[in-house]
Each structure stands twice: as structure tokens, then as C-alpha cells.
């Protein structure tokens, strides 16, 4: 029971941590990977500390207690930061910001947690295998996911909940402690504390959004959000950036709006994706019908009820974009793809060709879509010349016209029919004649720039963004980086731009880690190298499955918790799995055969479907799960001689430390260099290297 409670605990303390840093340092799906590599390092060192340690009860007691009152504090910490940090609410922080408030908070809460795995094996030390202590804990995180989706939906906040599980996690001592009184005293002091809890949370929120008074701050399913009101003004921020304002930034708006009627002529249905400020301007134009599409339906209704309170025209979809397009066969004048540079997957993928194809399918025969980017048109740098440049060529790959309206923002303006040059530019609508007077529209729809802009843009050697291949986002993140640090930026490209090129060489990359795993000939040194491996591909699989989920169903968090539960629940089973009565040396020689032969299964799988069934997640999800919990059983058993703890604490870390290589090289070494295929690909020769080298 006491592993159980630990994982539940566990599970939901490493959730809360990882929202509230992206709440207040924005963050992606390659942000999370980072944060978790640094729970990954402690843990795996914490587990190596301890491996060998005694008077296990009295530790464990200290570890926990510590872990609650630090993940309180480190919450605390990340939630007042801006006061020592400095800055405004929406301005996301540099990366050395977070490194110091986020990372090394991860790194020293990992550490206990895997002292805590490790301590908490001692009781269970007279088994057969580790097996059933892996799956003890897998249960725990299976458990404590479901648990934190039902607390998010009453809207509990972020700190009653850490005194939930703090709760939790104190009390999975109580049965192994001969002394009681001082875990009841702590227990008592952690209950009273508790009621402290909708304080910590309305006093940490105003620190956290100062100098702005917060109207209201809630979660969803996906995201968290604050409403901040300052005298007249009213924005709602979503994961910490302003997502839409009362007073929003009326001249961009206006000059997305207007040049992409200009082109069109009177069109009557509209579709918008993203940015909902779009909204305040349209209304004014004689559009028959506006649609605005939102997969969070606790946005809409924020949105509704503080914003757009006139909205005769507009009809709200509550839908993930691309489950909407695979359902409807509505066709649209012009489609507002109101996305600035995607700096997240869920982003990335409404540029990428796979959703164009599906989008230009939805537009009437004299339709278009309009895309506004962040840049100026006079000046622009090497690193957002780079995202520009994919974005520009991903269209003209499924576009045949073009037109960019070279204001601010700049306006991306794409059509299979219409002839743009062909078209006058003498407004028509009696709106903002004076804003948009003959010497403005000269000057930013002007024939020579346009032409000196699309040869700097196609002359750029920037690559194609698809589902399989994403990089704009990776473009996209150096230009983000480049406005804290020009250096860090200029780095950040030059790296990945060293990357992409190695695109060619990745074939040595493919023989290097086959020698590697494949050229050991000492048995215990071969299985070492599986347990290594199992983390490594483990979490590879896994995050590489949750971020096609991500581009294929949307930002769909629910489901992506339902499908790591899949996994829990495979790891359980295999490690109950491999307390069978007989183990025989050939376990695992079948075992890494059977492994090899699941991801061999998951590349065909991939390159025949290219949008994997949703049954395909949970199943593979399951058996990866499965065949990393039995193979951690018999690696312990095959290891542990006279302590099983030991040989317990030695894969346990090697399990972690690999986890930790796959959550760092994923996203930012193997998916730029080889696209999601290529990368099953390598998984598969990873484990026929684990093989060959286990059947010598």
C-alpha cells in the first residue's frame, strides 16, 4: 500500500509542478520534456544514493515530510517569482529565469523521489522479483492521474490540492512507523495548514498578476486561465499570456481585417481559428456569417460574457479545428488562420501540409486564407527570416496565388484561384477610409517590396513543415529565444539549422547506437544496457505518441491522461506479471525478442496509416508499458544475488537515466533530424541491437 499512495502522491505533485511552471514561464510540449528530464536526473541519482542505505523507516518518514513542505514552498516560489524577477504579466521570462525557478526546483524534488522509491522497496525486499514493486507505484500513478482529472473538474485550487496529496503521501507511512507522534504531529500541522489554503491561493495569485487585480483565475481540461482588470482595461491571459483584451491592438487588427476583405469582395461566410480579438472588428463589415472556432468551451464562455457581448452574427464551435473540418463540409470566403509563429506542436500543426490540404478543401472557389505573423517588413532578422520562410513555402506547396501585404503585421494572403495582382485595391467599404488613405495602401502593398520579400523568403534555405517532419516550430523557438538573448538565439538557430543538415547522416546515428547496444559481450553489462534502453525507449515511445496525438486529435489533455493510464496499467501487469514461480534464463531472451518484434510493428503500423486509429494509442501504449514492467522484474531478479533492493536501486537508475536521455534528445536531436518515422525506426534497431547482444 505504502508504494501505491507514494505513486499517487507522486504522479500529482510532478502534474501540479509541471502546470504551474508553464502557467508562469509559458511553456510547450519540449518545455515539459526539460522539466521532466530534471525529475529524471534526481530521481535517478536519488535511487543510486540510497541503494545501499539502512535504517530505511526513519528516512523515508524525513524524505516525505521534506518533499511536502518543498513541493508547497517551490509552488509558492514559482507563483511569486515576478517580484524578485521582475516583469509583467504576459511577458514570458528568458530561459535562465526558468532554469533557476523551475528546473532546479524539478531536479531537488526528483531527487526525493526516487530516494523515496528506493527506501520504500526496503519493505518489500523479500520478493521474488522487483516486478511487483514497479507495479505497485504504477498503480499509485495510475490512480492519482484519475484522481487530478476529477479534482480539476470541481475547480479545486492549486494549493488545497497539493494538501490533498501531501495528505495522501503522509499518510502512506503511518502502518510502517513503530512511533507514531511525530508523524501526527506533522500530520496535524499539515491539516492546519490546509485551511490556510484558499489564502495561499488568492494571496499567491495577486503577487503573481501585479499591478493587475484579478477578476477571476480558473482551470480547465486544458488550460489555465486569469482574468486581470486594470481601471478600464480587461484581458484574459491563457497559460499566461494575453489571449484577448477589451482594449485590444486596434491597429493590427484593423489591418488583418481589412486587407483580407480587400482581396475577397463582399465574402459572406467567415471562419476563425485563434486569436478571438478578430472578432471586435468584423463584427462592424456586412459578413452574413462569422465562426469562430475553440476546442476550450470555459474559454468561450469567458469569452462571451466579458467580451463579446454583441454577437449577432458570430456562432461559436466548440471543437478541436481539425476534428471540426473531418465532420462538416462547410465552405468558407475566407478562413483566418489567427496563429502568430507556432511555438507548440498543438500550433505548429494548422502550418503544416497535411492541414492546409484538409483546409483548402473548405474554402469556396473564390476563397482564401489569411495569416498575420509577427515581424516588421523592413527589417527582418536571420532567425524569423527562418519561420517566415517555412510558413511561406509549406502554403505555396497546397496554394497556387499568393499576396503579402507588407504592413504590420505582416499579412500572408494565400488562394488556389484568385488572381491578386489582377485585382484593384480602391477600397469598397466606407470604414477607416482615412486610415487606409492611397499613400498607406502604396505603400505596403508596393509590387517591387512584395517581389524583394518572396525572393528573400524562397531564397532562404529553410525546409517544408509537415505532421511527420514539424520545424517552423523549431525556427520559431530561436526567434523566441533571440528576444531575451540575440546570442542565445543566433546559438539556438545555429544549432538547429546543424541538426536539419545532419538530416542526410542520420543513417551513422542508426549505426552508432546498434554498436553501442549491440557489441556487448558480458552478460550483466548486456542486461544493464536493456534496463537503459527500457527508459530510454520507453519515454521516447511514449512522449512521440502523446505528440502525434497532439497534432493528429488536438489539445485533447484528457485523453492524452487516458493514454498514459494505458501505460500504467501495462507497466502494473508486467511487473506482476514477472513474479511467475519459475523464471528461466530464456524469460528474457524471448521477452527482447517479442519487444523488438512490438516496435517493428509500430513503424509498419505508422508508415501505412500516417494518422495512426485512436485504438492504435492505447494499444501500443499498453504493450509498452507491459514489456517495461516484466523486463524490470526479471532484470532484478537475474541481478539481485542476495539484495534485491540493490539490484532494484541499480535498474531503477538506469531506467531513469535513460527516461532522462529520451526526454531531452527526443525533441530537441532526434524529431528535427528524423521526423516521427524514422524515429520508430531507430527504436526498433535499438531493441534488435538488446537482442542480439542478450542471445550470445
Known sequence: ?????????????????????????????????????????????????????????????????????????????????????????????????????????????????????????????????????????????LIGGILFILFLKFNFSLFYLIFIFGFINLVSIISILKKKIHLYIVIGIWIFLSFFSSFLEKKTLAIKWSPFYVSKSFNSLYNDFAILSQKEQLTLLKNGIPEISNQPDTYSIKNIIFFSLLFHRKPEKILIMGRPDLLFEMKKYPIKEIKYLEIDYKQIEVIKK?????????????????????????????????????????????????????????????????????????????????????????????????????????????????NFEKISFTPYYEFDNEFFNPFYLNYVLDPKKQTNFKKILLNCPSMINTNFSPTTIYYSLSYWFSKFSPNAGKFILKNFLIIFNLKKGQYLLFLFFFIIFGFIFRKKIVMYSIGFSNGFLSISFELLLLFLFQINFGYLYFFISVLISFFMIGLSSGGFFSEIK????????KSEFFHLIFYFIAFISLFLFKKLPLLFYGIFLLTSGFFVGFEFGLLTFFLKKENLIEAVGNVYSLDLLGALLGCFCLPFLFLPMMGFLNCIFLFTLIKLANFLAITR
Not at 362 to 390: A, E, F, M, R, V
Request: glycine share 8%.
Open 1 to 141: 500500500m505504502i508504494l501505491v499512495l507514494k505513486g499517487i502522491s507522486g504522479i500529482c505533485f510532478q502534474t501540479i509542478f509541471l502546470r504551474e511552471s508553464i502557467s508562469n514561464f509559458f511553456g510547450n510540449e519540449f518545455s515539459i520534456s526539460l522539466i521532466l528530464s530534471f525529475w529524471l536526473l534526481g530521481g535517478s541519482i536519488g535511487s543510486l544514493l540510497l541503494k545501499k542505505r539502512r535504517n530505511s523507516l526513519n528516512k523515508y518518514f524525513y524524505f516525505t515530510v521534506s518533499q511536502n513542505f518543498l513541493i508547497l514552498f517551490f509552488v509558492f516560489l514559482i507563483r511569486t517569482s515576478r517580484i524578485f524577477l521582475g516583469g509583467l504579466p504576459g511577458v514570458i521570462f528568458s530561459f535562465s529565469k526558468f532554469f533557476i525557478i523551475s528546473l532546479l526546483p524539478s531536479f531537488i524534488v526528483g531527487l526525493l523521489e526516487g530516494a523515496r522509491f528506493i527506501l520504500a522497496s526496503s519493505f518489500y525486499k523479500n520478493g521474488k522479483t522487483g516486478g511487483k514493486i514497479y507495479a505497485f507505484e504504477g498503480i499509485g500513478n
Open 306 to 418: 466579458y467580451f463579446i457581448k454583441e454577437r449577432e452574427k458570430i456562432l461559436f464551435e466548440i471543437s478541436d479545428p481539425y476534428a471540426f473540418l473531418a465532420k462538416t463540409d462547410e465552405k468558407f470566403d475566407i478562413i483566418f488562420l489567427g496563429y502568430d509563429l507556432p511555438l507548440t506542436l498543438v500550433e505548429n500543426r494548422f502550418f503544416t501540409i497535411e492541414f492546409l490540404t484538409i483546409l483548402k478543401r473548405h474554402l469556396t472557389q473564390q476563397g482564401l486564407i489569411s495569416i498575420s505573423l509577427s515581424g516588421s517588413p523592413d527589417y527582418i532578422g536571420k532567425d524569423l527570416l527562418y519561420s517566415h520562410s517555412s510558413i511561406y513555402k509549406t502554403f505555396k506547396r497546397v496554394f497556387l496565388n499568393d499576396k503579402i501585404v507588407l504592413a504590420y503585421p505582416i499579412i500572408y494572403l494565400f488562394s488556389e484561384n484568385i
Open 582 to 589: 519459475q523464471i528461466k534464463e530464456n524469460f528474457i531472451v
